[in-house]
């Protein structure tokens, strides 16, 4: 079986900054784990037009997360270092890493999170950076491109819908089940 981890983040716009992240592993088809991290929207830096969409369109509840609840932190950064352990505790680059689709949202999420490694001044040394920058997914697998190839070689994959748009546990999760498909429609054990 492969150990996949599938991971969505919402952002401020597509250029924006992201403020809540969701992922699910999976060994083979069974789901192992999952999470949820966000911070308050208006910590993260983004576009008029990208704050006005996500007012209309994302949970409240995880635009605007109470302090108390597990999946707050208090900043964009510490939300995407959050998840960077929860990669890295998942297995990092030992397993596989998709994206919905990884430009521009997820690809810039995790960019970030390499960042934040490059300027945080407490490590205890160079090799603590140097890790984290080599540490990062490679590849960053895209489910987009497999469906794209799925119905470019005439099976009929179906794109499961989430249970709650723009909730990023549930868009991951959602597209963790048109991986699978997709996977089983090319022949591939998940």
């Not at 992240?21 to 060994?27: I, L």
């Not at 576009?47 to 997360?65: C, T």
């Not at 690809?107 to 080599?134: G, I, Q």
């Amino acid at each position: 079986m492969t150990r996949r981890m599938i991971f969505d983040v919402e952002s401020v716009g597509l250029a924006g900054e992201g403020f809540a992240v969701g992922w699910v592993v999976f060994d083979g088809e069974q789901e192992v784990s999952q999470g949820l991290f966000a911070c308050a929207a208006q910590a993260a830096h983004g576009s008029a037009a990208g704050a006005s969409w996500i007012n209309a369109n994302v949970p409240r509840r995880l635009l605007y997360p109470a302090p108390k609840d597990e999946v707050f932190r208090d900043t964009p950064a510490a939300m995407r270092t959050a998840f960077w352990n929860a990669w890295q505790e998942a297995g990092g680059r030992e397993i596989e890493l998709w994206a919905d689709c990884g430009w521009p949202v997820e690809a810039r999420f995790l960019n970030h999170a390499v960042e934040d490694s490059l300027t945080y001044r407490s490590c205890p040394s160079d090799a603590v950076v140097y890790a984290r920058e080599m540490q990062g997914p490679y590849p960053l697998n895209e489910i987009s491109t497999l469906f794209r190839a799925c119905r470019a070689l005439g099976h009929p994959v179906a794109d499961v819908p989430p249970a709650e748009p723009h909730n990023p546990l549930e868009d991951a999760r959602a597209s963790a089940k048109t991986l699978l498909l997709c996977l089983k429609a090319l022949g591939i054990s998940p």
